[in-house]
């Protein structure tokens, strides 16, 4: 079965500085998704950031970005230039491409907070 | 255009009674799942349909229930409802299944 495994229960930063949030994960399937969500106090979850496991590439998006290391199964995300406004518990996600299509596996979360 | 929509925004439920949760996709969408959140816990899966068509179930018992309709909007129900159950509801739509998914705010139900 897929795990996904957030080893950080809390994380801080100081405001415009870098911080990363580790995860991990356990498959054996070749071909997947790997998500970064972020849930704030309103409850929504929103997409950070997304990786597809047969591209090479870190993704970024502006002040997020990835380190993905497939033979690890590694997947930490690194904020930078931390805003007031990154403050929120952010979850890692995992979708297989396979019999588990469809379906998001969630990490425990980790929660950041961005001191001023 | 409107994101995923869900009501009620809250509820609250005594145990034994039933619920029905409903959610509306982003227009174009025709995937929706349900996630069950507890406090302090990630998402966990419940279904997901697609095309109307249940495409995935997680490991829940048989009090939950779901079904899409024609539209694509989809209602979770839970019969014979236990204080576990007490929770935050997420439904996520995608427009295909191997696209990433849209959240929407979530019910939380209180089971008393």
């Known amino acids: 079965a897929q795990t996904v495994t957030q080893s950080q229960p809390e994380m801080s930063v100081q405001e415009a500085e870098t911080v990363t949030l580790s995860c991990t994960y356990d498959?054996?399937?070749?071909?997947?998704?790997l998500f970064w969500y972020k849930q704030p106090p309103s409850r929504q979850m929103i997409l950070v950031i997304r990786?597809?496991?047969?591209?090479?590439q870190n993704a970024t998006e502006n002040r997020f970005s990835v380190n993905f290391q497939k033979a690890a199964k590694s997947f930490s995300l690194k904020i930078s230039d931390s805003q007031l406004g990154d403050a929120a518990m952010y979850f890692c996600?995992?979708?297989?491409?396979?019999?588990?299509?469809?379906?998001?596996?969630f990490g425990r979360g980790t929660q950041l907070t961005v001191w001023p | 255009d409107a994101g995923v929509t869900q009501s009620p925004t809250h509820l609250i439920k005594t145990r034994g009674q039933h619920v029905t949760l409903r959610c509306s996709p982003i227009s174009g969408h025709k995937s929706v799942s349900w996630y069950q959140q507890v406090l302090g816990q990630g998402p966990q899966f419940i279904f997901q349909?697609?095309?109307?068509?249940?495409?995935g179930r997680g490991n829940f018992p048989d009090r939950f229930s779901a079904r899409q309709f024609p539209n694509y909007s989809s209602e979770l129900n839970v019969n014979a409802l236990l204080l576990g159950d007490s929770a935050l509801y997420l439904c996520?739509?995608?427009?295909?299944?191997?696209?990433?998914?849209?959240f929407g705010s979530g019910t939380r139900l209180t089971v008393v």
């Open positions: 990786q597809e496991a047969y591209k090479q």
């Open positions: 996520a739509s995608s427009p295909k299944e191997s696209y990433g998914y849209t």
């Open positions: 996600a995992y979708k297989g491409r396979g019999s588990t299509l469809g379906r998001l596996y």
């Open positions: 349909y697609y095309e109307k068509e249940e495409r």
């Open positions: 498959t054996s399937e070749s071909d997947y998704y």
